[in-house]
C-alpha cells in the first residue's frame, strides 16, 4: 500500500563538507545550487554552514539547525564511497536528533 502525502515547506538546514572547502582552497558551488532547488520545492532555508572533514564537526553541524528548529537538514559536499568519508558516520551520530 502506497500513501502520496503533499509537499509540505519545510525549514531547512545545510551542512556542506569537505576539509577543501572549509579551509577555502576550493570555492563551494554545490552549496547554492542546493540552496536554489530547496526554495524551487518550496522550503525555507535557514542557513549553510560548512564542516571540515571531522565527525564531530559535522555531526556538530547538523544538531545546531535542529536546534534551530529545522526541520530537514540537507548534507552535501565532499561524502563518497570512500571507506575513510566520514560523513556517514556523523549523520549516523546525529539520527533520532529530531
Known amino acids: 500500500m502506497i500513501e502520496v502525502r503533499p509537499l509540505r515547506s519545510l525549514r531547512v538546514g545545510i ?4 576539509s577543501e572547502v572549509y579551509h577555502g582552497r576550493i570555492k563551494d558551488r554545490f552549496g547554492p545550487v542546493v540552496k536554489s532547488k530547496m526554495e524551487e520545492l518550496g522550503c525555507r532555508v ?3 554552514t560548512f564542516a571540515s572533514d571531522h565527525v564531530r564537526l559535522i555531526a556538530d553541524g547538523i544538531l545546531d539547525f535542529v536546534r534551530e528548529g529545522a526541520q530537514m537538514v540537507a548534507v552535501t559536499g565532499g561524502m563518497s564511497v570512500d571507506p575513510d568519508d566520514v560523513t556517514p558516520a556523523a549523520i549516523r551520530a546525529r539520527e533520532g536528533a529530531w
Open 46 to 48: 535557514v542557513g549553510r
Open 15 to 18: 551542512v556542506i563538507t569537505g
